[in-house]
């Protein structure tokens, strides 16, 4: 299970910051993603269904990050990945790139996440 709660969760530490309940229907471990430290890295083949997406963020389990995350890709389907959208947050931002690029935080189930 891969997930980006909504923005701004309440921190403890700036280490371990508290991210609530953000794992749906009892599950207690997955990813608090926050960042794509370089998308225009993304492999992305349609025709085969297929994406991987460099990341980093924070290990959760029991609803607080517990381990940094680095040096990571978030891999699978893109059918999967769509499908696998639990929740969508309220917090839509764009950047400029080349062209306005933006998303809500996503709770998403379904991803692995895999060491580069």
């Known amino acids: ?3 980006r709660p909504p923005a701004s969760p309440t921190s403890t530490s700036s280490r371990s910051p508290h991210l609530g309940r ?3 229907r009892g599950r207690e471990a997955g990813y608090y993603l926050i960042d794509a430290p370089d998308a225009t890295r993304l492999d992305l083949d349609l025709e085969a269904d297929l994406f991987r997406l460099p ?18 890709h978030l891999t699978g389907g893109v059918g999967a990945l769509l499908r696998g959208i639990a929740a ?9 790139l080349d062209g306005m690029i933006g998303s809500p935080s996503l709770l998403v189930m379904g991803p692995e996440l895999r060491g580069e």
């Not at 969508?88 to 400029?96: A, N, P, Y």
């Open 55 to 72: 990341v980093q963020g924070f290990a959760v389990e029991a609803g607080r990050a517990t381990a940094p995350v680095s040096k990571a």
């Open 1 to 3: 299970m891969i997930s």
């Open 22 to 24: 953000l794992t749906p």
């Open 88 to 96: 969508v947050g309220r917090d839509l931002s764009f950047e400029m």
